[in-house]
Nanobody, 121 residues
Framework: QVQLVESGGGLVQPGGSLRLSCAAS????????MGWYRQAPGKEREMVARITSVGNTTYASSVKERFTISRDNAKKAVYLQMNSVKPEDTAVYYC???????????????WGQGAQVTVSS
């Protein structure tokens, strides 16, 4: 069974840095686009950053120049380096992956359990 396990959330002061990690496990044919989404209280879940299997990246305008997404295909992992964080970055961050389980199957969408990030002094 495929799972996405996140780590690295916590409390950080405004202007500080934090790094989130997410690793995929289980049997799969291919691990395609991976990304990070977040959901603040009372708000809808939004895309933060995405990265394709060949390294093309997309960022939300609110985090561009501050956050960096990267991945390690050998480890089936994706990372989110968060710099110059702001109180408005406070949210639960979810890892997402498009996974092809078998050669003849299409992509299926998987989510991690979520990691709380709180930016506060």
């Amino acid at each position: 069974q495929v799972q996405l396990v996140e780590s690295g959330g916590g409390l950080v002061q405004p202007g500080g840095s934090l790094r989130l990690s997410c690793a995929a496990s289980g049997s799969m044919f291919s691990l395609n686009t991976m990304g990070w989404y977040r959901q603040a209280p009372g708000k809808e879940r939004e895309m933060v950053a995405r990265i394709t299997s060949v390294g093309n990246t997309t960022y939300a305008s609110s985090v561009k120049e501050r956050f960096t997404i990267s991945r390690d295909n050998a480890k089936k992992a994706v990372y989110l380096q968060m710099n110059s964080v702001k109180p408005e970055d406070t949210a639960v961050y979810y890892c997402n992956a498009e996974i092809r389980l078998r050669f003849f199957s299409g992509n299926s969408n998987y989510w991690g359990q979520g990691a709380q990030v709180t930016v506060s002094s």
